[in-house]
Each structure stands twice: as C-alpha cells, then as structure tokens.
C-alpha cells in the first residue's frame, strides 16, 4: 500500500482536521491569543496529527507485507484464513472475522466437490468392470463365429472397448501418482501386446506393422506405457492413407534412455496445429473430417508421460507421415 494512496483515502479526515484548525484559528484570536502562539498550536496540533496518521500507516502495510509474504508461501492460497494472525486492532478484527466465515464457507465446498468427484470416480470405475464383461464376451463370441459380419463387430467392439479406457484413465487422471507402479519392464513384450490387442482392426484396415525386435529393458508402469502406445496405434489406424498403410516401430538406445519411435505414412498434421495436438478436447482438422476423434487420446497421453517421467514428442508432414517419439528411461525414474 503506497503512502500517496493512503493519504488519498484519508482525504475526508484531512478536510475536517482543516476546517477544525481553521475555528481553532478563529476560537483563539476572538480570546486574544497572540498570532505567534496560534501559529505554534497550530504547527504542533498539525505535527501530532500527521504523527498519528504515519504510525496507523505503518502499522496497516506492516500487516499488509505480513499477509502478502504469508500467502506468497502458500500453495493453496485459500487457506490464508486459517493461518493469518488474529489482529487486534477492532476494525480489521471485524475483517478477520468475515475472512474466517467466507474461507469456512470456501473449504466446505471444496470437501463437497471433493466427495461427489470421488464418488464420480468410483462409479465410472464400477461402471467400466461391469461394461468390461459384455464386451469380453461379445469379442469372445465373434472370436469363435468367424465371417464377415463377427469381423466388423470385432472391430467396432475394439473401438468401445478403447473409449470405455480412455473414460477410465480421464476418471483418474487426478490421483494417476497413486495409481501407477514403476518397474522393470521388457519394451518388446509391451510393444507385442498392443499390436496383439490391435491385431483385428490392424487387418480389417489392412495396416502393415514392421517392427524391430529389440531386447531391451526400461523403467516405467506396464499398463499406463500400453495404454500410451495404444492410442499412438489407434490414431496411426485412423488417420491412415489409403494406398498401403504401414506403421514402423523401431527405437534409438543410449546410456540412459531408450528413444521408441511410432512411424505412420499417414494423412499427417498441418505444421499449423502440430503445436496442439496434446491440447484437451484438440481435434483439428483432421478430426473435424473424421467424427470419430474426440481430442482425448493425445491428452492423456501426455499427462500420462509426464505423470511417468517420459518425454513425448510429435514430428508430422501433411500428406507424408507422423512419428511419435517416446522418451523412455533405462534406470528407475525417481520422482
């Protein structure tokens, strides 16, 4: 709080301290006090004022740099309520205590949100266990009654089953730090696995996979790096090119890391939008032309890496190809 804006707001007592000094002026010399000593009372009523005011100046911008340095501190800035000194001063006693009732309010409702979003999440959980055995059975079913038809249930059933995972993953995504478990993991097996889960609709789109067997071991959650690589797969699928679509996995290994490549010869991303790709909700115009994009898999893919430890990066032409390039640690990643 600057001195000028104080004095500013204090005008109101200035204007009146003026008007009383000038019938003290008038009060004096109708008692025949001499113009000197007026002079002097004056100065000294004047000087015990100004005194005054400084000291009550001082006094709130201490309390007010107190407040401020408290709260910078704070990483939930709301609770400054809780932990503010109570004053003592009656007036900002009054402000403490409307402070206290609003910050009481304030937590309240976080603690309801809080508990309707656990809520949320433990029904969308039970919700995806329950809506995972029919789609278990369906894909079961067709699996055992081959023809053309079962084949495009089984494909239509894969893409259910994928939002009913990303619904899932999107649930947790607030508490994603408890839920993972980082460990030593084969790159070879977790790569076979999602090409195994895709395998179906990688035939009915007649997609080639070439992939580079490599025996190597890395630091990270198995089941979030699948879900991670699923839908850099899926997407790779959806936005492919019509004349011999081919998507090439390989990787680049150093001391530290393994670099782990996902190459298409798809429709590609403008150079525009390749900036928001990891964007929620971001579809572009690729997705604009497909209704099936929802601008959720990228996003969490993200999150999700960053959650890890992983390092996640996109490199695209229009028309040509896009890489996906994951980052992934050799050694245990410590948070």
């Known amino acids: 709080m600057s001195l000028v804006r104080y004095i500013k707001d204090k005008i109101l007592y200035i204007l009146v301290y ?37 000291l009550n100046y001082n006094k709130k911008n201490r309390i007010i740099k107190e407040l401020k340095e408290t709260i910078d501190k704070l990483d ?9 000194r109570k004053p003592s001063n009656c007036e900002l006693l009054e402000y403490y205590k409307i402070l206290k009732l609003a910050n009481k309010s304030m937590l309240d409702k976080i603690a309801q949100s809080q508990r309707k979003q656990k809520e949320y999440k433990e029904y969308i959980e039970s919700w995806v266990h329950e809506i995972k055995l029919p789609i278990t ?34 649930a947790r995504l607030d508490s994603v730090s408890n839920d993972y478990m980082i460990k030593k993991i084969s ?12 395998k179906n609709t990688l ?12 025996n190597v071991n890395v630091y990270t959650d198995e089941k979030w790096l699948e879900f991670i690589l699923n839908q850099i797969i899926i997407n790779s699928i959806k936005y492919k090119n019509d004349d011999n679509p081919i998507i090439s996995i390989y990787q680049e290994e150093n001391k530290e890391n393994v670099c782990l490549y996902i190459k298409d010869n798809g429709i590609g991303i403008k150079s525009s939008e390749i900036n928001r790709v990891f ?29 890890l430890g992983l390092t996640i990066q996109i490199e695209s032409n229009e028309d040509e190809y896009t890489i996906v390039k994951i980052i992934i640690p050799k050694y245990e990643y410590i948070r």
């Open 137 to 170: 059975s369906i894909d079961l079913y067709c699996n055992n009654n081959r023809n053309d038809i079962t084949r495009k249930i089984i494909e239509e059933n894969a893409k259910i089953n994928n939002f009913v995972e990303q619904a899932l993953f999107y």
């Open 187 to 198: 790159l070879n097996e977790c790569i076979n696995n999602v090409i195994f889960k895709n």
């Open 76 to 84: 939930e800035k709301y609770l400054i309520g809780e932990i503010m």
């Open 279 to 307: 964007e929620k909700g971001f579809t572009g115009s690729n997705g604009r032309k497909n209704s099936k994009s929802t601008g959720i898999g990228l996003f969490l893919c993200k999150k999700l890496c960053d959650e």
């Open 18 to 54: 003026e008007i009383y000094c000038l019938f003290m002026v008038l009060y004096l010399d109708a008692i025949n006090v001499g113009s000197s000593e007026i002079i002097l009372i004056i100065v000294i009523t004047t000087l015990i004022a100004a005194f005054i005011m400084l």
């Open 203 to 214: 035939i009915q789109n007649k997609v080639k996979i070439e992939i580079n067997e490599f």
